[in-house]
């Protein structure tokens, strides 16, 4: 089974930066389609950001020119560099990575999650 892990989530003060990490372990990353989504209290899940096995990348409108996609190979993981964070980014952010290799901002794109890392952005 697939197996991801996300960390670099915590507390930090609007207009910040927080950058997220996925590690995937039992497979290799480059091989798999890898999306960003977050989901706060009382809200559906929504796709951040993603980047297919070719390096294509996406992001939701709200995250644009704020968020950035990476992938280090070498490393078998994924980044999410957030920058000028704001009160309404504050969510529990998912990696997951689907067998398909698409960059897709939907969640049933993707077949294996991570268990989350919490986000808040608070003065």
């Known amino acids: 089974q697939l197996q991801l892990v996300e960390s670099g989530g915590g507390l930090v003060q609007p207009g910040g930066s927080l950058t997220l990490s996925c590690a995937a372990s039992?497979?290799?990353?480059?091989?798999?389609?890898i999306g960003w989504f977050r989901q706060a209290p009382g809200k559906e899940r929504e796709g951040v950001s993603c980047?297919?096995?070719?390096?294509?990348?996406n992001y939701a409108d709200s995250v644009k020119g704020r968020f950035t996609i990476s992938r280090d190979n070498a490393n078998n993981t994924v980044y999410l560099q957030m920058n000028s964070l704001e009160p309404e980014d504050t969510a529990t952010y998912y990696c997951?990575?689907?067998?398909?290799?698409?960059?897709?901002?939907?969640?049933?794109?993707?077949?294996?999650w991570g268990q989350g890392t919490q986000v808040t952005v608070s003065s």
């Open positions: 980047i297919s096995s070719g390096s294509s990348t």
């Open positions: 997951a990575a689907g067998v398909f290799r698409l960059c897709a901002l939907y969640p049933s794109a993707f077949d294996s």
């Open positions: 039992r497979f290799t990353i480059n091989y798999f389609g």
